[in-house]
């Protein structure tokens, strides 16, 4: 089975604090992990992505997860939040089986920035 | 390099209608994937098009249909609209490299389906 759980529908944070997304999942195979951001009225856009290399992955806009398999978890993490960065995170499991694949979103973080 | 186009942006539609939403891959990119993004479910996967060929398929009703054309370019269409599928409809496009499917995915801005 697979499935994907972000902890927390809603993180608020102040400008130039740390910001801490959790996201944990599972898969009954090795999976692909991805972290998607959602602007107001826009697509989602690719943050990161692991597939089995290192285990700490670094993305755009100074974003970082890492993979934990002990703990089943890729949190996304940023040193100091930026305004521009207030928008819906989700996290992203992607699964290869056979020829086929199945991906599952989670049900999505929305981040505020305090000004 | 243009991103994925996705057309018409809105659209309105009574129950019972049907409609057809398109979406245009970035240039080279040969696979598209559907998604259906709702308050309540969340983002959740159609289907997913290469070569013409569905490849994967989510867990929806028959009413929602898709197709990819010779150039990459694909259409979803849902029939005998229900109030449940106002929605915000994804296209993303993937690479394919060796017969393979990126697992990157580049999404389009989405077409907004209010239902009536």
């Known amino acids: ?115 | 390099k243009a991103g994925v186009t996705q057309t018409p942006r809105y659209l309105i539609k009574t129950r019972g209608q049907q409609v057809t939403l398109s979406c245009s891959p970035i240039s080279g990119h040969r696979s598209v994937s559907w998604y259906q993004q709702t308050p309540g479910q969340g983002l959740q996967f159609l289907f997913e098009y290469f070569s013409e060929t569905q490849r994967n398929k989510g867990n929806f009703p028959g009413r929602f249909s898709g197709r990819q054309f010779s150039n990459s370019r694909s259409e979803m269409n849902v029939s005998t609209l229900e109030l449940g599928d106002s929605a915000l409809y994804l296209c993303a496009s993937s690479l394919v490299i060796g017969g393979a499917v990126s697992d990157t995915q580049y999404f389009g801005p989405g077409t907004r389906l209010t239902v009536l």
């Not at chain 1, 944990?24 to 597939?51: I, M, R």
């Not at chain 1, 089995?52 to 890729?74: H, P, Q």
């Not at chain 1, 089986?97 to 920035?113: D, H, M, N, Q």
Request: net charge positive; proline share 4%.
């Open chain 1, 1 to 115: 089975a697979q499935s994907v759980t972000q902890l927390d529908s809603h993180v608020s944070v102040s400008e130039g604090t740390p910001v801490l997304l959790r996201c944990n999942y599972s898969s009954s195979y090795s999976p692909s992990l991805f972290w998607y951001v959602q602007h107001p009225n826009k697509g989602l856009q690719l943050l990161l992505k692991y597939t089995s290399a290192a285990t700490l992955v670094k993305g755009i806009n100074g974003f970082e997860a890492e993979f934990k398999k002990s703990e089943t978890s890729f949190h996304l993490t940023k040193p100091s939040a930026h305004m521009s960065d207030a928008a819906e995170y989700f996290c992203v499991v992607r699964t290869y089986y056979s020829s086929a694949s199945k991906i599952i979103f989670g049900s999505g973080t929305r981040l505020s920035i305090r000004p």
